[in-house]
């Protein structure tokens, strides 16, 4: 079992920058995909950008590409999203996700393990 605690939204003005953080338990952190999603008003939940245990690799949506960076670090059991430049269609909650699957995985189906969410909002 794994438990995702994402902290740091809030609001922001357009062209600002926020860091989310999630923070993971369990002593195998290092063994899983990590993923962002965000969930906007009325929205489905879309992927916005992923980082893959077994390589390090990652992977961003065409609309962050760009602007926002997933990084981890393993021996805090965090995962991290740096937003930049940050626009009024950013607004949503946003989600952390974890898997023991290997590659790029962008599917919310792909993920088992989901934390609570965290709000950002973007204002003009």
């Known amino acids: 079992q794994v438990q995702l605690v994402e902290s740091g939204g809030g609001l922001v003005q357009a062209g600002g920058s926020l860091r989310l953080s999630c923070a993971a338990s369990g002593r195998t952190f290092s063994r899983y995909s990590m993923g962002w999603f965000r969930q906007a008003p009325g929205k489905e939940r879309d992927f916005a950008a992923t980082i893959s245990w077994s390589t390090g690799s990652t992977y961003y949506a065409d609309s962050v590409k760009g602007r926002f960076t997933i990084s981890r670090d393993n021996a805090k059991n965090t995962v991290y999203l740096q937003m930049n430049n940050l626009k009024p269609e950013d607004t949503a909650v946003y989600y952390c996700?974890?898997?023991?699957?290997?590659?790029?995985?962008?599917?919310?189906?792909?993920?088992?393990?989901w934390g609570q969410g965290t709000q950002v909002t973007v204002s003009s």
């Open positions: 996700a974890a898997t023991s699957k290997m590659g790029i995985l962008v599917r919310r189906t792909e993920y088992d393990y």
